[in-house]
C-alpha cells in the first residue's frame, strides 16, 4: 500500500532524512520507533507532502505521491493525526470532526460521523463544547475521530499515547488494534515502544535520520544493542 524508498528531506537546507526505505501492507500495522529528534516527524510530513522531499521515492496504492500536495494525498486515502493532537481549540468538537472530512468523505460525512462516536463515546455528550476545553486524553480521540471522518486507508499516527495518563495509553493501544481488526492499516509512530511492538506486524527503527533496523518485533526485541542504543530497554 506504501512504499518508501531512499527517502530524503528535512528543513530548508538542513538534511534530516538520510535515505530511509519503508513498505507497509493492507491491513498491516507497522511501528516506527526511535528517540527525540530520531526523524520520526520529519518522515510523517515528507510523506504526506507538508514537508518537500529532497530525493527519492514516496508510493501509495500504486500513485507516485512524492511530489504531491497534502490535499491530494489526503484525498487518496493517506491521513495523518499529528503528533500533540493539534485540534482547533475555539472550534466545537462537532465542528473538528466535520473538518476532517472536508477533502474526502463528504458523502459519507453522517456515516462516518455515526463511526466516529461509535469509536468514541465520550465525545458525544461534547459535541458543542469547545475543544480547546477538553482534557488531554478527550483532545487526542478528537483527533483520531477527525482523522477517522475522512475515510482513511492508511493512518498515520504520530506519537498518539504522548502525554496521556497510563489508563490511557493502555485504552489508546487497544482502540490501535481494534481499528487495525477492521481492516485498517496503520503507521504507528511511536516513542512507547513496548506496547507499540505488542501491536505491531514489523518495525523500523530510526536513528539520526536513518534506518537502524527492519524487522519483526520478536527479532528487535531479540537485539540487545539496539535495544539499548535506540530504544532505552
Known amino acids: 500500500m506504501l512504499e518508501v524508498r531512499s527517502l530524503r528531506g528535512?528543513?530548508?537546507?538542513?538534511?534530516?532524512?538520510?535515505?530511509?526505505?519503508?513498505?507497509?501492507?493492507?491491513?498491516?500495522?507497522?511501528?516506527?520507533l526511535g528517540s527525540n529528534g530520531?526523524?520520526?516527524?520529519?518522515?510523517?510530513n515528507t510523506v504526506c507532502g507538508l514537508l518537500p522531499a529532497?530525493?527519492?521515492?514516496?508510493?501509495?496504492?500504486?500513485?507516485?505521491i512524492t511530489r504531491s500536495r497534502a490535499p491530494d494525498i489526503v484525498a487518496a486515502g493517506l491521513v495523518q493525526v499529528p503528533e500533540g493532537r493539534r485540534v482547533f481549540p475555539d472550534m466545537t468538537v462537532q465542528e473538528n470532526l466535520l473538518l476532517g472530512g472536508y477533502r474526502r468523505g463528504r458523502a459519507g460525512r453522517e456515516?462516518?460521523?455515526?463511526?466516529?462516536?461509535?469509536?468514541f463515546p465520550r465525545l458525544a455528550?461534547?459535541?458543542?463544547?469547545?475543544?480547546?476545553?477538553?482534557?488531554?486524553?478527550?483532545?487526542?480521540?478528537?483527533?483520531?475521530?477527525?482523522?477517522?471522518?475522512?475515510?482513511?486507508?492508511?493512518?498515520?499516527?504520530?506519537?498518539?499515547?504522548?502525554?496521556?495518563?497510563?489508563?490511557?495509553?493502555?485504552?489508546?493501544?487497544?482502540?490501535?488494534?481494534?481499528?487495525?481488526a477492521e481492516g485498517l492499516a496503520i503507521l504507528l509512530v511511536e516513542q512507547n515502544v513496548a506496547q507499540s511492538l505488542e501491536v505491531a506486524r514489523r518495525a523500523y527503527v530510526l536513528e539520526n535520520g536513518g534506518c537502524?533496523?527492519?524487522?519483526?518485533p520478536a527479532e528487535l526485541l531479540a537485539r540487545a544493542d539496539l535495544k539499548r542504543a535506540y530504544l532505552g530497554i
Open 10 to 32: 528535512g528543513y530548508g537546507a538542513v538534511e534530516i532524512l538520510r535515505g530511509i526505505d519503508l513498505e507497509i501492507g493492507e491491513g498491516e500495522i507497522v511501528a516506527v
Open 38 to 44: 530520531a526523524g520520526k516527524s520529519t518522515f510523517n
Open 54 to 64: 529532497f530525493g527519492g521515492s514516496v508510493t501509495f496504492d500504486g500513485h507516485d
Open 111 to 119: 456515516r462516518n460521523l455515526e463511526r466516529a462516536l461509535g469509536t
Open 125 to 180: 455528550g461534547r459535541m458543542s463544547q469547545r475543544a480547546g476545553t477538553l482534557s488531554g486524553g478527550e483532545q487526542q480521540m478528537l483527533a483520531i475521530g477527525r482523522g477517522l471522518m475522512a475515510e482513511p486507508r492508511l493512518l498515520i499516527l504520530d506519537e498518539p499515547s504522548l502525554g496521556l495518563a497510563p489508563l490511557l495509553v493502555e485504552e489508546m493501544f487497544a482502540l490501535i488494534a481494534r481499528l487495525n
Open 212 to 216: 537502524a533496523f527492519h524487522g519483526t
